[in-house]
């Protein structure tokens, strides 16, 4: 073969590589999103705070349109400002900030943290044989939603922070503690550790505009959902 033939035969296979590499970058780029849809993805990446608890909302039948004038009503950031003070009152700093309570004897027992069930039960086991201490833990009130038995004795009262993953962790064990003990009811106050979760506060204000707007049962519903969220 002489060296023109050898020649030709090297731009013809390099002619080859060059439109199969065309052609697959072509099929490559076709699979990829263009900007235009990047940027309508975008957003619901990247959801966070009152556009994510109200994304929650949506998907259960919340009014969105009760919604959105509720989260913006100062009052509600002042309720949950409220329910902190409670928390402070009474030595919570961080979450889960929680205590068993008899309603009838007025003592209470601190939890350590996102402690198992079997330290949930060994603890409601003391305050039901009479220890614990009164350390003037604020009774149920009208803005408190209950989970459970409500004309029960005992109570779970839990300061909780809805990015916490310890809390979300508690909220596992306390439903099976009040599942498990007719004679307990949970109540869930905020907590929002702005230090740590941003959007948390956000979340907190929304998640009491969903219970005023539908209700206690839609309330915990919104919470399992959106913690940790």
Known sequence: MDKKSSLKQILIVL?????????????????????????????????????????????????????????????MAQKVRDQEKLGTDIGVSGTPGAFLYDTVTKKAIQLGGAVPLATMEAELAKLKAGEGTDIGIAPINEDDFV??????????????????????RFQETATQLVEQNEDVKWVYRQFPLDGLHPNARDKSIAALCVGKIAGNDTFWEFSDMLLGL
């Open 15 to 75: 002619g080859l590589v060059g439109v199969a590499f065309y052609l697959g970058s072509s099929m490559q780029n076709r699979d990829k999103p263009t900007v235009q849809e990047q940027a309508v993805e975008a957003p619901q990446q990247q959801l966070a705070g009152i556009a994510a608890a109200r994304q929650v909302a949506s998907t259960i039948d919340v009014n969105l349109e009760e919604f959105d004038t509720c989260v913006a009503d100062p009052e």
């Open 147 to 168: 989970k459970g038995n409500e004309n029960a004795r005992y109570v779970l009262i839990e300061w909780s922070d809805y990015e916490c993953p310890f809390c979300l």
